[in-house]
């Protein structure tokens, strides 16, 4: 890796976006802009049930709407799909297990005519006992949501799921001796902690088109964050050829995890195929996307830690019961990411933490911007607090005692050092510095209201795929201009800039000459793990850097024989290849990108096109029974805080200022990392303080619609947003970086909640924290 002692041509630049005008103006064309003569329009019949038998599903009347063509539902395919584990119908068939999980599907000329049809189907049930919890579905005799869990395929080894029971996986971790370390401690501190899923809200609604070509080509367009993850699911479960299917994703509006999981993609391949192949788009209303596309994970947790006198924390246990809905998606990896991260970022040596993926029939839940660390930050820093009460300690104070560092372990017993840990203290100690931290305690403000603060500290680790890869592919133009390809998605995180910067860096050329291939097609694009896991700028941009080396070999070649010199002594920048020793002497770039021409005509060599990859390495599967194992290459830190104004009249409040620091390494473009940090603090603070899906007792959400469904408006946001950040480089990562794009959602939650705490008095353990739920906790609830 190149010394990170140099000075920066283009990272740590901040540079504009590269899709920043196209966006502006208004000139993007996403999955749902796209028009074709003869497209055809799905909809879909869906459950208007919970938990039920499917007695029969009426299609007479839908097939006499003009336009429809084909009526596809569960028993024409009766198989189950998933991405961990195999347990979903694409199409209930036999039972349906939560409100809103597709039925059928129709396929018309028009939207209209299919969305009419649509609601002609008339669906008969047998209605079963609903299960609306984890801890309802981890009693005993409750109700099963799958009767035969234990027999479904697994797709990667680390998924557990218990036969006769509603356990969809069950993780542990075991480390050290937690039993005997109990008797040690001086203080102990237990509580448990939940919330309900929430929507990811993104701007664009979940679409998809698939085509059959005569040839036998799948050809699908979708606004996914994983393409070759689609031609995984129809090669797998479809027996399609991954030579057959073609995969195109243009810029995609927003995703937040929500488009990390494969679902619209196989039924609008069902419904292609129904029609001759024909081109077919199924496209979600917002509603839609609320009620039946996969959702956040929900949680109910119960956290215990001991400290000695001193406020060192010998032994913590933890219990997450995770609600993920009707099926298991991504919510097993959810549940896995969570136990091996369960501590939080700080030293204990006993540890014992058991972690369930808990079927119920709640919309199924899949990957959410955090990926189980905001849910599991939740439940530890809010115990962090208690325990420093009761241990009479300042709260930042008795986090620093036990922030982990280089030589500690994780919970899986991976060996921490300089290079894949950043500076956890001096993020703490920064963020309490910008806040003003008072030690957090509560204060008079005018009118008769509370001030208070209150900070959390945070780790995430990136859990990819130990075989987790990218590959970049970059061509030179004949007037010495580069293209970029990669299968990098831009959802709005500004990954193409980033990747371009890398370029950038390493060819020492400017940005605006760079194009980077906004869509992403699989045909020509290099394979990619997916985007998610705020891993992309560090595979991604690995791999960028590889091709751009392999580029500058091939440019000094042809240079070398141009300038009649040894390769060796050539060096590369501002569109020159030249001599090292007198760098007066060299050649323009564009005179051998597509090789170098003699005077006398004859040429060498061709277009220089540079070809790199890059995959993870020594990372290791968990083991089952204590979770030993490496799960990610790096662990990022940080630092959250807010500042709060309550009215005790009425418990309402307002976000005064919302701050984090955070040690993602280089930071390859500050402006963006920034916006990305604000983003994020905005989503935390939206789940933590309004955002809930609503149940009633059959499993109905009864807030499935954004004028029901309650966000943060604008307004509402922080007064003040700060953003600083701490640059421990990564030797591993690109330049020195680490992951930040989920970092500024983690921590957000208990941040809120330990300030609403201490100007209430009140213990604040369940989400989201409305008024209401103050005013209950507080103990006015009661009068």
Known sequence: MESLEQGWYSVGQPEQRIDAEEKARGTVRFVGDYLSPGLMHAKLVTSE????????????????????????????????????????????????????????????????????????????????????????????????????????QKLISNVYPVSGTNIGSHIKIRKGDAGAAWAQCDETVTASYSFNLTDHAAMEPRAAMAEINPSGKIIIHSCSQSPFTIKKVLNQFFNVELGNVIVHIPLVGGAF??????????????????????????????????????????????????????GRLLAGQYTFLFDSGAYTDQGAGVTRAAALDCTGPYDIANVWCDSYCVYTNHPYATSFRGYGHPELSFAVERTMDKLARRLGLDPVEFRLRNAIKPGD???????????????????????????????????????????????????????????AQAGAVIKFEADGSVNLNCAAIELGQGTKTVLAQILSEKLKMPLSKIRVTMEVNTQYDPHQWRTVASSTTFLAGRAVMSAADDAIAKLKKTAAVALQCAEEDLDIGDGRVYYRPAPEFGVDIQEIA????????????????????????????????????????????????????????????????????????????????????????????????????????????????????QMLRFGEEPAEYMVDFVQTPSAAGPYGARGIGEYGVIGMAPALANALSAATGAELDELPLTPETVWRAAGEGSR
């Not at 957090?440 to 075989?467: C, D, I, P, Y």
């Not at 402006?671 to 309004?690: D, I, K, N």
């Open 49 to 152: 049930r919970a938990h039920a038998e499917i007695r029969s599903v009426d299609v007479t009347e839908a097939w006499k709407v003009p336009g429809v063509r084909a009526i596809i539902t569960g028993e024409m395919f009766p198989f189950h799909i998933g991405p961990i584990l195999a347990d979903r119908p694409p199409l209930a068939f036999k039972k349906v297990r939560y409100c809103g999980e597709p039925l059928a599907i129709i396929v018309a000329d028009a939207e209209d005519q299919a969305k009419q049809a649509a609601e002609r189907v008339v669906v008969t049930y047998d209605p079963l006992p609903v299960v609306n919890s984890p801890s309802d579905a981890m009693r005993p005799g409750s109700p099963l949501v799958h009767e035969d869990a234990g027999s479904y």
């Open 257 to 310: 995890g929500g488009k990390g999981t494969v679902q619209l993609e196989p039924l609008a391949y069902l419904a292609s195929k129904a029609v001759g192949g024909k081109l077919v788009r199924l496209e979600y209303s917002r509603e839609e996307d609320m009620r039946t596309a996969p959702c956040h994970i929900g949680l109910e947790a119960t956290v215990r830690l001991g400290a000695d006198k001193d």
């Open 409 to 467: 372990e994780t919970p899986t017993q991976a060996v921490l050092t300089a290079n894949n840990i950043g500076d956890s203290a001096q993020c703490l100690l920064r963020a309490k510095e910008l806040i003003g931290w008072d030690g957090g305690k509560a204060r008079e403000a005018a009118g008769g209201k509370v001030r208070s603060k209150g900070l959390s500290l945070f780790w995430k680790t990136s859990t990819t795929a130990t075989n």
């Open 594 to 709: 597509l090789g170098y021409k003699f005077p006398n005509g004859h040429t060498v060599s061709g277009q220089v096109i540079g070809v790199g990859k890059h995959v993870q390495t020594h990372l290791t599967p968990m083991d089952e029974k204590t979770g030993f194992g490496k799960p990610g290459p790096w662990w990022s830190v940080g630092a959250q805080a807010v500042e709060i104004e309550l009215d005790p009249a009425d418990y309402s409040y307002r976000v005064l200022k919302a701050l984090t620091v955070l040690d993602g390494g280089t930071i390859i473009n500050p402006r963006m990392a920034e916006q990305q940090m604000r983003g994020g603090m905005y989503l935390g603070l939206s789940f933590a303080s309004t955002e809930s899906f609503r149940f009633d007792a059959e499993g109905i959400v009864l807030n499935p619609s954004l004028r029901d469904y």
